[in-house]
């Protein structure tokens, strides 16, 4: 019975000590309710501030759309969390995002490209083609488009349409070519040297004798002289209007030119045997008579130099003639120049003595007298 009486009063102190004691030593802070927990922070009274408002407005911890505003001391929440401000809709390229916070509410779509490419600039001779597409978005942002190129720069196509030559009869220039592309832009064109013309003749509607001959470019006045290409596609090698004996008699004819061939005939001599030959002069214009004269002397021989002239035929033409000695000095000007020698011996047709011709040195310009038997140059000239 003690052992039980023992018991209970041992329970009954530790009831007594489980509630009176704390009771001691709590103060109060719960504006006079009796309440055990704080009715501002809903802490126990032992862990509260004896003024939980003044602790939440000292200690307030700013929030966001996403995080309330509490305090940092008793984590009271002074402000709810919100939500997001929705900023501008998301497009092809921009975010949509919170006006407030920055947080990403919506990221952006990404352009939407479909295969609608359109030309917008075609090749040309020197610039590939471009294609074009359009975001199908309609974002009507600048910029927001593709391009690529499908067709590479064709390149200049010059065919040998070479024209617009700038050169004359005797003076070099340049001709262009135009792209045949029709690329129309400035400079599409190639240029190259052009050599002087030359002079256009037209020997083949001349007649002989009249007069001296203009250049038929219709820009060119200049008149044929020497050193000019001939009717027989000889030199010119003296121009100057004067009386020409056309045989063994007194018979002439007026002509402005004399035409050397370009290369001589067979070295030959003029008589073997010897055979002295009169009535042979040396003026300008004597040269064929005096030519015809001594054919006709020598007729029972061949081969010899009058005869090689007499019987040319260069460039079709039968006029050909051994020149007289200052016909040949003429042409012995011009040596060095157009393919006549500067050195050599050559016949004339004129007479030194009853056994010599007068002969020509080219090197020198020196008149002599040549055997007839020996052996010489021959150059055949003609009039016309």
């Not at 008793?74 to 998301?90: M, N, Q, V, W, Y």
């Amino acid at each position: 019975m003690k052992s039980k009486v023992k018991f209970f009063c041992i329970i009954a102190i530790i009831v007594i000590i489980g509630f009176v004691v704390p009771a001691l030593f709590l103060t109060g802070c719960d504006n006079g309710n009796g309440d055990q927990n704080c009715t501002d922070c809903g802490k126990l009274t032992c862990e509260c501030p004896t003024d939980c408002a003044t602790c939440i407005s000292d200690n307030a911890q700013a929030g966001n759309c996403t995080q309330p505003d509490t305090c940092t001391v008793c984590d009271e929440i002074i402000t709810p969390a919100g939500s997001h401000t929705h900023g501008a809709e998301a497009t092809c390229t921009t975010d949509q995002t919170c006006t407030i916070c920055g947080f990403e509410i919506e990221a952006a779509i990404g352009h939407n490209f479909i295969y609608n490419w359109n030309e917008t600039r075609p090749a040309t001779c020197t610039v590939e083609n471009e294609e074009t597409r359009t975001c199908t978005l309609a974002c009507g942002l600048t910029g927001h488009t593709e391009t690529r190129s499908t067709v590479a720069a064709k390149g200049h196509s010059f065919i040998n349409n070479w024209g617009n030559s700038t050169a004359t009869c005797t003076v070099a220039g340049q001709e262009t070519r135009i792209c045949t592309l029709d690329c129309g832009l400035t400079g599409h064109t190639e240029t190259r040297p052009a050599v002087a013309l030359g002079h256009v003749w037209n020997w083949n509607t001349y007649e002989s004798g009249s007069g001296l001959r203009e250049c038929q470019r219709s820009d060119c006045s200049i008149t044929a002289g020497i050193g000019d290409t001939g009717p027989a596609g000889g030199i010119i090698f003296y121009n100057s209007k004067f009386d020409f004996f056309t045989g063994t008699d007194s018979t002439y004819v007026e002509r402005y030119y004399l035409e050397a061939w370009t290369s001589n005939e067979s070295n030959s001599v003029m008589s073997n045997p010897s055979i002295d030959v009169s009535g042979l002069s040396n003026a300008i214009g004597v040269g064929r008579r005096n030519t015809k004269i001594i054919v006709a002397a020598i007729s029972a021989q061949s081969g010899r130099a009058a005869q090689l002239c007499d019987n040319a035929r260069h460039s079709g033409l039968d006029d050909w003639f051994l020149p007289s000695i200052n016909e040949l000095q003429a042409l012995a000007q011009l040596g060095g120049q157009y393919g006549i020698p500067n050195e050599g011996y050559f016949w004339s047709s004129s007479r030194n003595d009853n056994a010599s011709m007068r002969g020509l040195d080219f090197a020198t310009n020196n008149v002599r007298g040549f055997l007839n038997t020996q052996a010489y140059n021959v150059r055949a000239v003609r009039a016309f």
